[in-house]
């Protein structure tokens, strides 16, 4: 009964697909061929965890190896890979996976933040830390400060880009300085602005004389229109 037993264990290992770490090697190449192709700038990146389903490693090292990245690869933490490893001009395709973490450094509320409040550098902090979700995190003080909150935004939690929004410094029906700037001429007068506008947006607004024209906020009640 025993034999019979051992004999069943043995045919189910030799056929049944296995998760094997990868061998030094095909790891390293692994992890080589993932932190070339890394989309995340500005970020420290590691590779662990390698395992590849079915691969069991040879006596004699494999010729060449290509890895098919996940598309866009932009996903963090456990990731599939495809491997096709080549063997004595022999390629056997692999599926392999491996668990892909990122530092960087992001802005971090240091109290929380009320809806449409003005964020100041005394409100956060940079930290470097493991990120899940990178390519909306705050990774500069200068991205935040000045900026208002879209919505509430609790102490100690890492800041998103869309969870903020310019601070509006020129009012819809709002009085305003029109500047208005070519090469040889330079003429101030006064308008209305017809929409909110933040600094760097362009607005339009209408002139003393009814015309409407469309100028770049450049401070509090200030425009520039360039002809």
Do not use: C, H
Request: no cysteine; hydrophobic share 45%.
């Amino acid at each position: 009964m025993k034999v019979i037993r051992v004999i069943i264990a043995l045919l189910f290992v030799l056929t049944f697909p296995f998760d094997a770490f990868a061998d030094g090697r095909l790891a390293s190449e692994i992890k080589r061929q993932v932190l070339e192709n890394s989309p995340w700038e500005n970020g420290d990146v590691e590779v662990e965890d390698i395992q590849v389903s079915g691969y069991e490693p040879s006596l004699e090292a494999f010729d060449e190896l290509n890895i098919a990245l996940p598309k866009g690869m932009k996903n963090i933490g456990k990731v599939s890979l495809r491997v096709t490893v080549t063997e004595k001009g022999v390629s056997k395709a692999y599926w392999a996976t491996a668990r892909i973490k990122v530092y960087k450094d992001a802005v971090v509320a240091l109290n929380a933040l009320r809806m449409n409040q003005k964020i100041t550098k005394d409100d956060v902090k940079l930290v470097r830390m493991e990120v899940r979700d990178t390519p909306d995190i705050a990774e500069f003080l200068d991205d935040v400060a000045g900026m208002t909150v879209k919505r509430p935004i609790p102490a100690g939690s890492v800041i998103k880009k869309d969870y903020l929004k310019p601070e509006v410094i020129i009012k819809k029906g709002e009085k305003i300085i029109l500047n208005v700037e070519s090469k040889k001429l330079r003429i101030k007068s006064f308008a209305t602005a017809k929409e909110d506008g933040s600094k760097g947006s362009l607005i339009a607004a209408r002139t003393n004389s009814g015309r409407v024209v469309n100028g770049v906020v450049t401070g509090p009640g200030e425009i520039v229109v360039e002809f």
